[in-house]
DNA sequence: TATTGTTATACTCTATAACTATA
DNA sequence: TATAGTTATAGAGTATAACAATA
C-alpha cells in the first residue's frame, strides 16, 4: 500500500520480534523486560508503572510477582504513603535490563545498516515527531 | 536518546496500543486481528500462517480456535495435501478485518497529523526501506 | 522417514470484581 | 469516601513434547 499507516504497523510487528527474542534469550518475556527497562532509571509505584504498560493494576501484581522472583526487581515501601510501595530494580534486574537494551538497539539499528546516514537520522527526527 | 532504534521502540508502543484498542472494540484480541488480517487476502496453511506470526504451530492451533468459534474463519481441507488445512475469512470475518483495519490506519494517520504532508511520504518511504 | 497439524500440559498475561488498608 | 494495591477467578496466549495421519 505505502501508506504511513502500513509502514508503522510492520515496523511494528519487526520491533516487537527483535523485544521478543531479546527477552527470551534472557529467560524472561516481553512484558518483563519493559517492566524492567522502566523502572531501571527510578523506584516506579504501582499505579504509574500500570499507565505507562497499559496494564490494569492487578495485572501488574502479578507481572512484578513474577520478575520479583526472578530477583530482578524488589517492591520497597513508599515513604509518604503506606498504602503504596515503589518498584526498583535489583544488581541484577539493572544488569538483564542493560543488556536488553544493548542488544534491541543494536539489532535494530542493523536492521538500518544499508540506510545513509542522513536518511537515518531524518528517520529518526520523523519517528519521534509521531510520538510527540 | 534520540537514536532510530529508541524511536522505533516508542512507536512499536504507540502502534500495538492502538492495534489493541481497535481489536478490542470489536471483542477481539490483536493476536486475533492479526490471524484475520493475514487470511482476509487469501486462504493460508497453517505453517505458512505460523511463520508470519512468528508462533509454534501448537499455538496457532488455539488461536485459530477461538476466532473459528466466533465464526469469523474456517478451517477448509487442503486439495492436495490430505494433512494439511487452509484458514479462510467468512463473510463476517472479512466484514471485521476491513473495520480493523480501517480503524487502525485512520487513528494512525491521525496521530501523523500535525505533520507536513511532505514529511509523511518521506517518513513512509524510509519506514518501508527498513523494513526490506 | 519427514511433514502437517492436533492434543496434553504447564506457565504467563490479562481483565473484572471484590477485598484490605490507608488517605 | 476515595485511592493504592492485592486476591480470586476465568479466559486467552504461548511453548514443549508427544502424537496421528499423510507424504
Same mark, same amino acid.
Given at each position: ?52 504498560? =497499559? ?25 509518604? =504513603? ?8 535489583? =544488581? ?39 510520538? =510527540?
Amino acid at each position: 500500500m505505502g501508506s504511513v499507516a502500513d509502514a508503522l504497523v510492520r515496523i511494528s510487528r519487526l520491533v516487537d520480534r527483535v523485544f521478543t527474542e531479546v527477552a527470551r534469550e534472557q529467560g524472561l518475556t516481553p512484558q518483563q523486560v519493559h517492566l524492567l527497562c522502566l523502572v531501571d532509571a527510578r523506584a516506579v509505584g504501582m499505579k504509574e508503572l500500570a499507565e505507562a504498560l =497499559d496494564l490494569e493494576k492487578s495485572s501488574l501484581t502479578g507481572l512484578v510477582d513474577r520478575v520479583a522472583r526472578r530477583r530482578l526487581v524488589t517492591r520497597i515501601p513508599d515513604e509518604h =504513603d503506606r498504602r503504596a510501595c515503589r518498584v526498583t530494580v535489583t =544488581d541484577e534486574g539493572a544488569r538483564v535490563s542493560a543488556i536488553c537494551h544493548r542488544e534491541v538497539v543494536r539489532r535494530l539499528e542493523a536492521m538500518a545498516d544499508h540506510m545513509a546516514d542522513a536518511d537515518k537520522q531524518t528517520l529518526a527526527k520523523l519517528v519521534a515527531q509521531l510520538s =510527540d
